[in-house]
């Protein structure tokens, strides 16, 4: 088992700068509380491993299966105020209130499918748009309940620590990221999910007429992304102590979208890269005390983002990935660019 294992990494990893980059980055976030004991800096971290967990669910639903989803932010604020009444009104704890209050944001996603099956391209946006809209009306309505603008407070963290908080979000970062970038994997063997979500994307009708239920997957994509979005958002309330309506407002939904676009969309990792690029830094510039980054970090983000859109369309990582890696044309393995031969069946790769 071992030796299977390191031959795996040896021929499948180190070769691919890539896979080798990501093995490296998840290293050194793992052993970052064992460098730095600063609470600012592992909360900070702490919170994008949370909204990486949101941003990929993003790009698994909009970019996989090209449901375009607005209004992301609905199952996230669902799922956060549902941890916040369970605690306040039943006083239970976060072993109960994250796996409830994420049922509760999937199956909102699987209910706000429905009305969006039948409607495609701006108005399957905008009727996912008005989602959170409605739902932040109907918080401020029910102030009394809900707490209104101010929210509620007083909500149990996760763990005594923020070393254990930080680790708690993180294990569960990198397993949600590794079964979507599974779930999405259009040359797997054994999941057929990946496959048929592009070929949604890519042709509807081509896919219906070639006998895939698009109904069902369309479902099953909301259902995925409103799990691993709502899963997100319980465990955000118990990081911050606090909820409110923030969690269900177009500026968060519009984040999700913009750290994807950075990172790249349809990739899975761009999501990872626009959170730790965009936010991260950006909290940390301006904690350094640089009151520019700290008060003006959308509009940056937004300029940003024009400028990635400008010269790379697809995305930092995607763009990163081709000055790298070069495919075989022959076998189609994945070969460091530096190469002239593929490694595999020695076709020319130049």
């Given amino acids: ?34 460098i730095t004991d600063r609470n600012y800096v592992l909360f900070i971290l702490t919170i994008s491993n949370l909204l990486v967990i949101f941003a990929v669910s993003w790009d698994l639903l909009s970019g996989y299966s090209g449901q375009v989803n607005f209004g992301h932010a609905l199952f996230f604020g669902v799922s956060a105020y549902s941890v916040g ?14 796996p409830i209050g994420t049922l509760i944001g999937t199956g909102i996603g699987v209910v706000t499918c429905f009305p969006a099956l039948r409607l495609r391209g701006p108005y399957l946006s905008l009727l996912t748009m008005s989602f959170p809209l409605m739902l932040m009306g109907l918080v401020i309505a029910f102030k009394s309940v809900t707490g209104g ?3 509620i407070s007083g909500i149990p963290a996760i763990a005594g620590t923020h070393v254990g908080e930080y680790y708690i979000c993180l294990i569960v970062m990198t397993v949600s990221v590794l079964i979507m970038w599974k779930l999405t994997d259009a040359g797997s063997k054994y999941i057929r999910t990946g496959l048929i979500f592009h070929a949604i994307r890519e042709d509807e009708i081509a896919a219906r007429a ?12 909301f259902a995925i992304g409103g799990f691993f979005c709502a899963l997100a958002g319980a465990l955000y309330v118990h990081v911050l102590g ?7 407002s177009m500026t968060l939904s519009f984040r999700a979208i913009i750290y994807v676009v950075f ?33 003006n970090q959308l509009l940056i983000m937004a ?4 400028l990635i859109l400008i010269f790379m369309p ?9 000055k790298i890696e070069r495919e075989c044309p022959r076998c189609k393995l994945t070969n460091g660019a530096w190469r002239k031969e593929c490694r595999a069946c020695s076709a020319p790769l130049r």
């Fill in 263 to 295: 990172g790249g969309i349809v990739s899975i990792y761009g999501g990872v890269i626009g959170v730790y690029v965009l936010y991260a830094v950006l909290q940390f510039l301006g904690a350094g005390g640089s009151n520019f980054f700290g008060q």
């Fill in 303 to 306: 300029i940003v983002v024009i």
């Fill in 210 to 221: 070639s006998g895939i239920n698009t109904i069902r997957y369309k479902i099953l994509a």
């Fill in 85 to 98: 009444l369970l605690n306040k009104y039943l006083g239970w704890q976060p072993w109960a209130t994250i």
């Fill in 149 to 151: 603008e101010n929210g």
């Fill in 242 to 248: 606090t909820v409110g309506i923030s969690s269900l």
């Fill in 1 to 34: 088992m071992l030796r299977r294992l390191f031959k795996d990494f040896r021929f499948g990893v180190l070769p691919v700068p890539g896979r080798l980059i990501a093995i490296i980055f998840f290293v050194a976030v793992f052993i970052l509380p064992l």
């Fill in 314 to 322: 697809e995305g930092v990582g995607v763009w990163v990935r081709d």
